[in-house]
Nanobody, 115 residues
Framework: QVQLVESGGGLVQAGGSLRLTCVAS????????MGWYRQSPGKQRELVAA???????SYGDSVKGRFTISRDNAKITAYLQMNSLKPEDTAVYYC?????????WGQGTQVTVSS
């Protein structure tokens, strides 16, 4: 049984910041890749950021320079620091953990950015 628990979403004004947290537990390994995806109404789910256990990161083009992903391998926890938020960042943000053998998703946390 794998569980991903996200927290930190909410309502913020444009230009503000939020920090999302994803805590993973269960039959997973600290070596798995962790990442954040987001989905807004009528749009496909898209990658926001991902990080390997070694600290290598990748970002979606729309968030580069504004968002930072990090992780604590001992706690199997990933963080997403979101700065300079824009109304177009409004979406449900999902945490994902994956390896070559499996992938698991969290339930999502709503982020709403008002203009």
């Amino acid at each position: 049984q794998v569980q991903l628990v996200e927290s930190g979403g909410g309502l913020v004004q444009a230009g503000g910041s939020l920090r999302l947290t994803c805590v993973a537990s269960g039959s997973i390994f600290s070596s798995d890749v962790m990442g954040w995806y987001r989905q807004s109404p009528g749009k496909q789910r898209e990658l926001v950021a991902a990080i390997t256990s070694g600290g290598s990161t990748s970002y979606g083009d729309s968030v580069k320079g504004r968002f930072t992903i990090s992780r604590d391998n001992a706690k199997i926890t990933a963080y997403l620091q979101m700065n300079s938020l824009k109304p177009e960042d409004t979406a449900v943000y999902y945490c994902k953990i994956w390896s070559k053998l499996y992938e698991h998703w969290g339930q999502g946390t709503q982020v709403t950015v008002s203009s």
